[in-house]
C-alpha cells in the first residue's frame, strides 16, 4: 500500500515520469447544457444534474487524465446554506461531488478492462492509476465577487477567519473517499497558512496540494511572493504537491522555476487558455486566448522546468487534455 505522502511520487513514476490532471469543468458543464447561472457555479450541479458531472469526467479519463477534480470548488456549507439547504444536505452534497468522480473512475475502469484503447494502442486501466482530487476553492471563490482573482479580502479576514470558514468543508472532504485533497485557485500567502494549519491541526488523513495563481508570472494574484507561498506548502507535511493553476500559460515556466528554488516536491501545472475573468462582469475575456495548438506547444517546456503533474483549468477542454497527454507521451518515448 502506497503511503499517501508518496502518493503523487508514485503516480509520476507509474506514469512515466509525468501525470495529466484534467481540463476545466464549468465550460463543459454548459457545453452539455447546463446553466451556472448561480452563486454556487459548477456545484449547482451536484443539485440539478450530477449525471453532467460524471459525463465530464469520464470525457476526461477518456482523454488522458490521470487526476480527476471534484466538482466542489465552488461548493461551501455556507454558499449552501445561503440558498436555503440544511447543514445535512449541504454536507451530502459535498461528499456526493467527491461519490461522481469515483463512479465516473469505475466506469471508466471497467470500460477499459473490456477493451477500450488509448491512441498509443495500449489497455488504459493497465497503464497507471488514477486518482480523485477534492476540490477546495478559496474563500474568494465563495464571496463570487472576483476576490478569487485579487486575493483582496479585507482588513477584518484573518488566518482563523479563514480556517473557521473551511474547517468543516476540509474534514467532509477528506472522509468522502477521495485520494487527496486539491486546494485550489489560492490567492493569496494568507489562506496558504490557513490551509496547512488545517491540515496539521485536524490531523487529516489523505494528503494535500495547494495551487496558486498568478497574474504577472512573479506574484500571486494578491501581490505575495509565490516563493513565499510555495515555502508554505514545503513546509506542510501533509502538501505532496504545490503549483499553479487558472494562470496564463505564458507565465507558468517562470513561476515553475521559482516554486523549484523552494521546494523538492512534485510541482503541478494546469494554467487557464490564456483568457482574462472580468469578476465585475462575472465573464472570461476571450480576446487573449492561447489556441490548443499553441497551448500544448508549452508542455515540454513546462515539463523541461519541472512540472511533473500537468493539465488544464478554465476554458480548457477534453482536446486540450488529450493533446497534452499526447504530447507527454510523445516526449517521454525513447528515441532509437
Not at 464549468?26 to 446553466?35: I, Y
Not at 484573518?158 to 480556517?163: R, W
Not at 494549519?197 to 497574474?215: C, G, M, Q, V, Y
Request: hydrophobic residues 40%.
Amino acid at each position: 500500500m502506497v503511503k499517501s505522502s508518496e502518493l503523487i511520487t508514485d503516480l509520476v513514476s507509474r506514469c512515466g515520469g509525468y501525470a495529466v490532471i484534467d481540463g476545466g469543468l464549468a465550460t463543459e458543464l454548459e457545453r452539455h447544457g447546463a446553466n451556472l447561472n448561480d452563486p454556487l457555479w459548477s456545484a449547482k450541479c451536484l443539485m440539478t444534474s450530477p449525471h453532467l458531472i460524471r459525463r465530464v469526467h469520464l470525457d476526461y479519463l477518456e482523454a488522458g487524465a490521470n487526476i480527476i477534480i471534484s466538482a466542489s470548488y465552488q461548493a461551501t456549507l455556507q454558499g449552501f446554506e445561503a440558498k436555503g439547504i440544511s447543514k445535512e444536505e449541504a454536507e451530502t452534497l459535498l461528499r456526493r461531488s467527491v461519490e461522481i468522480a469515483l463512479e465516473a473512475r469505475d466506469i471508466y475502469y471497467d470500460r477499459a478492462s473490456k477493451g477500450s484503447w488509448d491512441y498509443n494502442g495500449d489497455p488504459k486501466a493497465l497503464k497507471c492509476p488514477i486518482l480523485v482530487a477534492a476540490s477546495v476553492g478559496s474563500y474568494g471563490a465563495y464571496l463570487a465577487d472576483g476576490s478569487e482573482y485579487s486575493g483582496i479580502y479585507g482588513d477584518t479576514v484573518t488566518v482563523e477567519t479563514l480556517k473557521d470558514f473551511h474547517r468543516r468543508r476540509v474534514q467532509i472532504l477528506a472522509d468522502s473517499g477521495a485520494d487527496l485533497i486539491a486546494f485550489e485557485t489560492i490567492p493569496n500567502k494568507m489562506e496558504a497558512q490557513a490551509y496547512a494549519e488545517i491540515l496539521e491541526e485536524d490531523d487529516i488523513k489523505i494528503p494535500a496540494w495547494l495551487s496558486f495563481n498568478s497574474k504577472d508570472g512573479i506574484n500571486v494574484v494578491s501581490g505575495d511572493s509565490i516563493s513565499d507561498c510555495a515555502a508554505i506548502a514545503d513546509s506542510c507535511n501533509r502538501v505532496v504537491a504545490v503549483g499553479i493553476n487558472c494562470t496564463s500559460p505564458r507565465y507558468i515556466h517562470g513561476l515553475v522555476q521559482s516554486i523549484r528554488k523552494v521546494t523538492n516536491k512534485p510541482i503541478l501545472i494546469y494554467p487557464n487558455s490564456g483568457e482574462t475573468y472580468d469578476g465585475v462582469r462575472k465573464e472570461w475575456v476571450p480576446t487573449t486566448g492561447v489556441a490548443e495548438v499553441d497551448f500544448v506547444s508549452y508542455v515540454g517546456k513546462w515539463r523541461d522546468s519541472g512540472a511533473s503533474l500537468i493539465g488544464g483549468c478554465c476554458r480548457t477542454t477534453p482536446n486540450t487534455i488529450r493533446a497534452i497527454a499526447k504530447a507527454l507521451s510523445e516526449q517521454s518515448a525513447p528515441h532509437f
